[in-house]
């Protein structure tokens, strides 16, 4: 089973940005989604912005114009750029693959793979 590995979390102050980076043990096929997740303390676990076929994307209400999802195949990576940081995206990031996928989507029970997750922490 694929295994997948986040970094680039870390403290920032608001209106700071950050990249996370999400890198697979093997190729993601192309049938699969892979989606960016976070949870914070006390909270459910909450899409934030899924890539799948064609590179299609599907990205949160909450994080739209200020979040970017990305993937370099031939690295295997999955990225996502986050600008305007502000305290409400305090959380740990997850990313995930949902196998078996044509339509990105943001519930987190459709994924299947799930990383150890990166911390990120945006100071006022």
């Known amino acids: 089973q694929v295994q997948l590995v986040e970094s680039g979390g870390g403290s920032v102050q608001a209106g700071g940005s950050l990249r996370l980076s999400c890198t697979a043990s093997?190729?993601?096929?192309?049938?699969?989604?892979m989606g960016w997740f976070r949870q914070a303390l006390g909270k459910e676990r909450e899409g934030v912005a899924a890539?799948?076929?064609?590179?299609?994307?599907n990205y949160a209400d909450s994080v739209k114009g200020r979040f970017t999802i990305s993937q370099d195949i031939s690295k295997n990576t999955l990225y996502l750029q986050m600008n305007s940081l502000n305290p409400e995206d305090t959380a740990m990031y997850y990313c995930?693959?949902?196998?078996?996928?044509?339509?990105?989507?943001?519930?987190?029970?459709?994924?299947?793979?799930w990383g150890q997750g990166t911390q990120v922490t945006v100071s006022s």
């Open positions: 995930g693959v949902e196998l078996h996928c044509w339509v990105p989507g943001l519930k987190s029970k459709l994924y299947n793979v």
């Open positions: 093997e190729v993601i096929d192309d049938n699969h989604c």
């Open positions: 890539i799948g076929h064609l590179g299609v994307t």
